[in-house]
Each structure stands twice: as C-alpha cells, then as structure tokens.
C-alpha cells in the first residue's frame, strides 16, 4: 500500500476546496431564496384591493407609487400627515396613470366640503430633484398643511447651480406664501390619532434627509427618507425592529446594509419607485430580514397598510385608471353646474 503525499494531497485538497465552499454558499442562498420566491409570489397574488369604504377610526398608511413619485399618506382617526419623500415635476404635470399626488389626498383625505388637512407635511429631502412637484402641492387651495417639516439647505456644504437653487427657493417661497409654519430643524416627537410619530434627522445636511418611525401599540413602521447605508447602520439601534420597513426611493441593496436588516428584522418590505431587479446580493438581505413578505408599489398600483387591529394587513390601492376618471367626470359635472 503506497504512502500517501501529504504535500499533494493538501495542495490537491486546497485546489478543490474553493470551488466546495462556492457549492456550499451557493446551496444556503439557493434555500434561504426559495422561501422567499414562493412567498413573494404567493403573497403578492393575493394581495387584495381596498374599498376604501371605511373612514373614521380607521388606522392606514397609503404608500403611494406612482410613476415618478414616492409619497406616504399617513391616515389615523380621520387626521392625516403626508410623508413627502419626492415627486418630479413632470410627474405631476402629465399626472402618471391619470391621477396626482393632490388627486389622491382629495379622494382619501378630505372633509365633507372637499378640502384636505393635514397636521403634519413632512418632506424627506430638500434637494431640487425631490421636490420639483412640491410647489404646485404646497400652492393647492384645497390642500392645507398645520406644519411642515422642511430642512433648509446650507448652500456651502451643497453643490448646486443658480438655476436648481431657484427650484428650491421657489418651493420656500410657496410654503411662506401659503403661510404655512415651518417647524425648527429639530427631530421630533409627534401624535397623529392612534399613532406615535417620530421624526429622525439623518443628520446630514448635504443630503438633507429626514426619516419616519411610525408607532402604535406593537405595531412600527419605519419610513426611510433619502437615507444611505452609512446613516442606516448609525441609526438602526434608535430605529430598533419594526413590523414595516418602507425603503428609501429606489432604494437598493446599499441602503439595507445586511447589519441594519438583521436589526430592524421587518416582517414586510415595501419598494417605491421604478421596478427593482432583485439581484442575489439583495435577495440575501431581504431573506434574513423580511423572510419573504416584499412588495413593489409600483407594480400594485400603491400599497395601503391597515392598521386597525393589532396586526399589519395589506392590500393594494387599485386602478388608479378608474378613480382618475371619476374624478374628471366629477369635476367635469360640478363645473357643469
């Protein structure tokens, strides 16, 4: 019996052991995304669609995915705060899908003689390109805010040009000229009916961006702003588990940091903005994170939490094709009148 080469055999061994682990890693992922495949595919195909039809004590969070706009409709006890994460001007000019972000808040959010109020507007990011759509909002005379929430921008740490300066300043303006206050740049701590709301400031003043922490009860729902991974891992131990996580818009794999996913463990995650390609690399945090629970609003037309009872239920907002038009053939009828 020949002696075995012990040199030959760990060179053989290491030559094979690289492609053995590969086998292996590749084997976990495959297991860890197929839970997360079946669920997300079984999940979203019964996702239901709102009626809409109770108001009231009713306890919601509209996510709101249009084509170019990223904004959350934060309903409690028939008082509503609007989180403004961003909306482009061309969006709300050509109205994507038939309907804007102030067609929206009129059908959902407002009193018997048609005029919306909300307690808090609260704009994620200051930056030109997030608020291009958010002066023809703050400038709607059915639409009123008691206090918004608008970071304003230290021009020496931002690097813009004279006419995207003048986005900005036009927005400022809008807002001074509805006289609408504007709370001091300060994180916050706020009531809206049931709910707890908690304003983070993702301290960054060239980004300018604040965050939500939704609470009621058990329940947290953690809205991301214009938040990047390092500011995520810096706060994810304020931010704490939350049942909901609704991801910055856009947001990929480098704004849920593997750390963050394991610490807020949300049981869904909601996706704003154009449709995602989930890759493997983000595919592994959301299995360890959400165990399959993930949704798109863009491809649900928006998504509506309901936060009711004790628990999270979601369903989907619907063709907003139908309410566009119903509300032009109601406009078209009162203007008839």
Do not use: W
């Amino acid at each position: 019996m020949k002696a075995i080469n012990k040199e030959k055999f760990n060179k053989a061994l290491k030559g094979r052991l690289a492609p053995i682990c590969a086998l292996i890693i590749a084997a976990l992922v495959l297991l860890t995304a197929l839970p997360y495949s079946v669920n997300a595919i079984r999940t979203r195909n019964e996702l239901p669609e709102s009626s809409f039809e109770e108001r009231g004590r009713a306890d919601r969070i509209h996510f709101i995915g249009f084509e170019n706009t990223d904004c959350v409709l934060i309903e409690s006890n028939n008082r509503f705060a609007l989180f403004y994460g961003g909306a482009f001007e061309s969006a709300e000019k050509e109205k994507a899908e038939g309907i804007s972000i102030a067609d929206y808040l009129k059908l959902r959010a407002a009193d018997g003689s048609g005029r919306v109020l909300l307690d808090y507007l609260i704009c994620a990011d200051s930056s030109y390109e997030k608020i291009e759509g958010l002066k023809s909002l703050i400038k709607d005379k059915g639409i009123y805010a008691k206090t918004i929430y608008f970071k304003r921008l230290d021009f020496s740490a931002v690097k813009m040009d004279d006419e995207l300066k003048e986005t900005y300043y036009k927005v400022y303006e809008a807002i001074l000229e509805k006289g609408t206050p504007i709370a001091p740049d300060s994180e916050e701590m706020l009531t809206l009916g049931d709910y707890k709301l908690h304003i983070i400031d993702a301290g960054d003043i060239s980004d300018s961006s604040l965050n939500l922490l939704i609470k009621k009860g058990d329940l947290s729902v953690f809205i991301a702003g214009n938040i990047n991974s390092k500011d995520m891992k810096r706060l994810k131990n304020e931010i704490g588990e939350v049942t909901l996580y609704k991801a910055p818009f856009a947001g990929g794999k480098k704004d849920f940091p593997l750390s963050v996913a394991m610490k807020l463990k949300p049981d869904y995650i909601v996706f704003g903005g154009k449709p995602l390609r989930f890759g493997p690399a983000l595919m592994y945090r959301l299995c360890f994170a959400a165990g399959g629970s993930v949704y798109e609003t863009y491809k649900e037309g928006g998504i509506v939490a309901d936060l009711s009872t004790d628990e999270i239920r979601l369903c989907k907002i619907g063709q907003l094709g139908k309410i566009a038009d119903s509300t032009n053939a109601a406009e078209t009828e009162s203007s008839a009148k």
